[in-house]
């Protein structure tokens, strides 16, 4: 089970402050890392339906589970905090950096770099829905179909190249559909 959470609003702020400055272009893997391993505020269980809730919402999914767990612990003043955590000092680095970017974008080795750091955003994302997929075994809906879901995902985004919106709502409705039917049976069977 998880720790407590953040001891002060301080505290929240910095560990968010410190997930977005390590993370650039491939958070999830550092708030993993960072909120299960390091800190211990969620257990990997907590991170997964964190995770699955941030990525239904609007905006960035580790925005949006940065405001929920800074609402979790401190209320509207935690979710403040944390995303000003998320923000603040990335967003003037990321100011800096466009800056940079407009005297040196000419150069072959600023777009090779940048298409490096592609990858490494990839293999970081990937590595951690490996870490993550022993999880999947308490999840209601089974590691089975959790993949069959990831693969057709992977289908239709790169075969298919069917946009976000439709994605969402046929292959997430269905992961929805099938995780509801297994709790229905479960709630069924244990009573």
């Not at 410190?18 to 999830?28: D, E, H, I, N, T």
Request: hydrophobic share 60%.
């Amino acid at each position: 089970m998880a720790n407590a959470g953040p001891a002060s609003l301080s505290e929240l702020f910095w560990a968010f402050n410190r997930l977005a400055l390590q993370g650039f272009g491939g958070v999830l893997a550092v708030a993993q890392r960072e909120l299960v391993e390091r800190l211990g505020w969620l257990s990997r269980e907590e991170f997964l339906d964190t995770f699955a809730i941030a990525q239904v919402l609007p905006g960035p999914n580790i925005v949006n589970i940065s405001l929920m767990l800074g609402d979790r612990f401190f209320g509207a003043r935690g979710a403040f905090v944390a995303l000003a955590g998320m923000l603040a000092f990335p967003s003037l680095i990321v100011i800096g950096m466009a800056a940079l970017y407009g005297e040196f974008a000419h150069l072959p080795l600023i777009s090779n770099a940048l298409r490096g750091m592609g990858a490494v955003s990839a293999g970081l994302i990937m590595a951690t829905g490996c870490k993550l997929l022993p999880s999947l075994k308490k999840s209601p809906l089974g590691r089975l179909a959790a993949l069959l879901l990831a693969l057709a995902t992977i289908v239709a985004v790169v075969v298919l190249r069917l946009p976000l919106p439709q994605l969402l709502l046929s292959l997430g409705g269905l992961g929805m559909a099938v995780a509801w039917w297994r709790l229905r049976q479960a709630d069924k069977a244990a009573a």
